[in-house]
């Protein structure tokens, strides 16, 4: 390989790294203000009502579907494994631990990605290839105060609910599926989910909402605000912000099982 091919691949990954640190240091910055911030909530009450409305109520149908989904499955196939043990009557325990410890938890926060998370990248995204987000500055207004902390505290609040839901759902319809697939009596299932339950398996799952919250939030929100290019821009803008933050949450669901888990 010649020498000048190997330099301009040197000073290639040079300025990919560079612009891969310049830009955490944005998202950090930009992740400061938006809690700074949250002390004037008293001034953009309203555009948080919208938001916990917009993250909290208008996305229970996609958290229930997938719940539901998911939780019919997991009944299904985990049944049929304890089946050829003879340990069908461990179906209630097994799935409460998995529902309430990670999938009850991560598909809500997969699918909020989706749903919450590309809204909040492509209406920023769209702010700020218009003008609008600098028109805010012009008048005095700070944009991450306006935009991006109202959202954040919508979703520390409202994903907490939506966690218990999909929890609820997913749980809900494990027992149908015990009941009416595996003619698990329903008194069977629910002995050994309830006496089961340790204080540790709620705190792994609850403890989740919070952090998704906060990478959906913030991730989709810095890319919203980075776009540029016009509407192809939004787009990408869009695409990435979900990427990431999807990415991310996969990442977050492992270490924050492992770090609780480690330690109660």
């Not at 020498?3 to 000073?11: F, K, S």
């Not at 697939?181 to 089961?196: A, E």
């Not at 906060?214 to 810095?222: A, C, E, N, Q, W």
Request: proline share 4%; glycine share 8%.
């Amino acid at each position: 390989m010649p020498a000048t091919h190997i330099r301009n691949m040197g000073h290639h990954l040079t300025l990919r790294l560079k612009g891969f640190f310049l830009t955490m240091q944005e998202f950090l910055f930009f992740s400061v203000r938006a809690f700074a911030t949250m002390p004037k909530i008293r001034r953009y009450w309203r555009d948080f009502l919208d938001q916990a409305a917009i993250c909290g109520a208008d996305s229970i149908p996609i958290v229930l579907v997938s719940a539901i989904s998911i939780g019919s499955l997991l009944a299904i196939e985990v049944g049929n494994l304890l089946e050829d043990f003879g340990a069908k009557t461990m179906l209630g325990r097994s799935t409460s631990i998995s529902v309430i410890r990670e999938l009850g938890p991560l598909l809500m926060g997969l699918m909020l990605s989706a749903r919450f998370g590309s809204r909040n990248g492509a209406e920023l995204g769209a702010m700020q290839i218009s003008e609008q987000i600098d028109a805010l500055r012009a008048f005095g207004t700070d944009p991450v105060a306006k935009l991006v902390m109202p959202r954040l505290l919508a979703a520390l609040i409202m994903f907490l609910p939506l966690t218990a839901l999909s929890d609820f759902a997913g749980l809900h319809s494990a027992a149908y599926m015990a009941e009416h697939y595996h003619h698990l009596d329903p008194g069977i299932f629910w002995n050994s989910v309830y006496p089961r339950l340790a204080m540790k398996d709620f705190v792994v799952g609850f403890a989740k909402a919070p952090v998704f919250a906060v990478i959906i939030t913030l991730v989709s929100s810095f890319n919203g605000f980075s776009a540029s290019g016009g509407t192809s821009g939004v787009g990408r803008s869009t695409i990435k912000g979900i990427v990431v933050s999807s990415g991310l949450v996969l990442v977050a669901n492992f270490y924050v099982s492992k770090i609780v888990l480690e330690n109660m």
